[in-house]
């Protein structure tokens, strides 16, 4: 039996999870509606569909993961359940940030404004700049795998079982979270740098309109704005994803403590449905999509009172 604040905590999680699915689910059908539509596939519906995808298969990996390890923990201790979870979990949450690396690169050549040769070389070639992070993505998988592998099996040998990564040693989580996590660093660091540039170019911008006394918030300085709100956004809500994992992985040095386990997965799916939300209130077509939703939805609950005697 669960706790009292185990049981809110869990609430908590399910809640992100349900409203992850929603969010994520509706930014890949409405631009996948949207290229059936126009019937043509650009490269940042392409983006924001597979970014919504990989974080749907996310928030359910984490949410499948918190309840076998809750209430069915005996499934850890037969078959390969671990390692499916284990590579699964390595495929998606690293597919997630590339993408979302991709799609910061998108709004900084898009929006910033430099006169130097090599962003105007960069900017005329948008969409093959846009498949280095999954060059990346190709490398990290390639280097992370087999430290998955690596790690799995020096558990199973240490705990004389098929648990996998439970009842790890306090030694070796630094060890297990830095070889897991390197193959994000690359992707992360270079939306970093994209956030960073993009303040430089808002800076400049602002500076040059103010010499001018044109105005200050031109349609050029809202676009900066927004594109800034859904880059810093990701990297607070990824943080929090990162400290939600790092959590998730020192419970196994402490596996009869639940409530630490529930509270890291909480913490971890604030990342993948949070960020979504962001999206949707930043992005117009999405913004307009859902206030059309609403408005659908207001006037159905609207006629439902009506039609009752």
Same mark, same amino acid.
Request: proline share 3%.
């Given at each position: 039996?669960?706790?009292?604040?185990?049981?809110?905590?869990?609430?908590?999680?399910?809640?992100?999870?349900?409203? *992850?699915?929603? *969010?994520? *689910?509706?930014?890949?059908?409405?631009?996948?509606?949207?290229?059936?539509?126009?019937?043509?596939?650009?490269?940042?519906?392409?983006?924001?569909?597979?970014?919504?995808?990989?974080?749907?298969?996310?928030?359910?990996?984490?949410?499948?993961?918190?309840?076998?390890?809750?209430?069915?923990?005996?499934?850890?201790?037969?078959?390969?359940?671990?390692?499916?979870?284990?590579?699964?979990?390595?495929?998606?949450?690293?597919?997630?940030?590339?993408?979302?690396?991709?799609?910061?690169?998108?709004?900084?050549?898009?929006?910033?404004?430099?006169? #130097? #040769?090599?962003?105007?070389?960069?900017?005329?070639?948008?969409?093959?700049?846009?498949?280095?992070?999954?060059?990346?993505?190709?490398?990290?998988?390639?280097?992370?795998?087999? &430290?998955?592998?690596?790690?799995?099996?020096?558990?199973?040998?240490?705990?004389?079982?098929?648990? *996998?990564?439970?009842?790890? #040693?306090?030694?070796?989580?630094?060890?297990?979270?830095?070889?897991?996590?390197?193959?994000?660093?690359?992707?992360?660091?270079?939306?970093?740098?994209?956030?960073?540039?993009?303040?430089?170019?808002?800076? %400049?911008?602002? %500076?040059?309109?103010?010499?001018?006394?044109?105005?200050?918030?031109?349609?050029?300085?809202?676009?900066?704005?927004?594109?800034?709100?859904?880059?810093?956004?990701?990297?607070?809500?990824?943080?929090?994803?990162?400290?939600?994992?790092?959590?998730?992985?020192? #419970?196994?040095? &402490?596996?009869?403590?639940?409530?630490?386990?529930?509270?890291?997965?909480?913490?971890?799916?604030?990342?993948?449905?949070?960020?979504?939300?962001?999206?949707?209130?930043?992005?117009?077509?999405?913004? &307009?999509?859902?206030?059309?939703?609403?408005?659908?939805?207001?006037?159905?609950?609207?006629?439902?009172?009506?039609?009752?005697?």
């Amino acid at each position: 039996m669960l706790s009292v604040g185990e049981g809110l905590l869990l609430f908590v999680a399910v809640s992100e999870t349900v409203l *992850g699915v929603l *969010g994520n *689910g509706f930014i890949g059908l409405v631009n996948c509606t949207d290229c059936v539509r126009n019937k043509k596939f650009s490269m940042i519906s392409f983006i924001l569909t597979g970014l919504a995808t990989s974080r749907i298969g996310l928030l359910w990996l984490i949410i499948t993961d918190g309840f076998v390890r809750i209430f069915f923990p005996e499934m850890y201790s037969s078959g390969n359940l671990v390692d499916y979870i284990s590579y699964s979990w390595i495929i998606l949450n690293q597919l997630s940030v590339c993408l979302a690396t991709s799609l910061s690169v998108f709004y900084f050549l898009k929006i910033a404004k430099f006169s #130097h #040769h090599i962003f105007l070389w960069l900017k005329r070639r948008l969409n093959r700049v846009l498949l280095i992070p999954m060059g990346l993505l190709l490398i990290s998988w390639l280097f992370t795998f087999p &430290q998955m592998v690596r790690i799995i099996s020096d558990n199973r040998i240490r705990n004389g079982s098929t648990t *996998g990564v439970t009842n790890m #040693h306090k030694d070796k989580f630094l060890t297990y979270q830095i070889s897991l996590n390197l193959g994000t660093i690359l992707p992360f660091l270079l939306c970093l740098i994209t956030c960073f540039l993009l303040i430089i170019s808002l800076w %400049r911008h602002n %500076r040059k309109m103010k010499l001018n006394a044109t105005g200050f918030r031109d349609p050029s300085t809202e676009a900066h704005i927004k594109a800034m709100k859904v880059l810093i956004s990701f990297v607070i809500l990824f943080f929090l994803y990162f400290v939600g994992v790092a959590i998730e992985t020192y #419970h196994y040095t &402490q596996p009869e403590n639940k409530v630490l386990f529930i509270f890291g997965m909480a913490t971890t799916a604030i990342y993948p449905w949070g960020h979504s939300f962001i999206l949707i209130l930043g992005n117009r077509k999405l913004k &307009q999509a859902s206030l059309k939703v609403l408005k659908h939805v207001k006037c159905w609950e609207r006629e439902k009172l009506l039609r009752i005697p």
